[in-house]
């Protein structure tokens, strides 16, 4: 399990140059979520590492890795935190929810079980997070379309009710992959443009001023 900190101590994943890297206008904390085996290990790999195995080693608590990535210009650090989907580890992952601006809901669309969790995972959202972290509820194993349990526009209401972004993606294939993670980026940019200070020190090191912690004056993220 790695450590809350993020310069890399415990069973850390990430490259220790992306790691150690403090030159960056941004950091951004994301947390990934859904029920065990949708696929959201192999979906941080894939975005991380470009790299999929169809071994399934289940996550053991919380793990995280590091990528920077440019938008506009600015260089964002993204802290990306894999939770483990097992009920048995719910409290050790919901403790790291308060300091996520964006969460990437993961369902398996080849199972009505894992969708179905959708609305509790959105309630421990809502429980344990800002009031003002994003979501992208994301439907992966696109490639087993012939195996499809939940229907496409079914997910799209939903997403649509909560008032998340939806996407369907494939990690196997690399289908939506990058794309989920950017339009993650962009919302949570676009939320703090509305809603923050500006107070890019506080998000620079990592500690991140909080979404809903408003102020009059805002000097946005420019991403
Ligand atoms: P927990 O860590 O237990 O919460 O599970 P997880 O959501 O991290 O699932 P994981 O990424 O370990 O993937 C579970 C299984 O699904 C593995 O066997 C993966 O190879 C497989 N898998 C993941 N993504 C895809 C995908 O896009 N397509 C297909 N066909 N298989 C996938
Ligand atoms: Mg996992």
Redo the contacts with the bound molecule.
Sequence with gaps: MASAGDSGTGQVTQTQGDAADQNFDYMFKLLII??????????LFRYADDS????????VGIDFKVKTIYRNNKRVKLQIW?????ERYRTITTAYYRGAMGFLL?YDITSQESFSAVQDWATQIKTYSWDNAQVALVG?????EEDRQVPTQDAQRLATELGFQFFE?????NVNVKQVFERLVDIVCDKMNESVSGDAGALANGKGAGLKDTSPKSTGCAC
């Design positions: 859904g029920n065990s085996s949708v696929g959201k290990t192999s979906f999929f195995t169809s071994a399934f080693v289940s996550t894999d939770t483990a989907g097992q993961m992966n194993k696109l490639d087993l993606a494939s990690a196997k294939d």
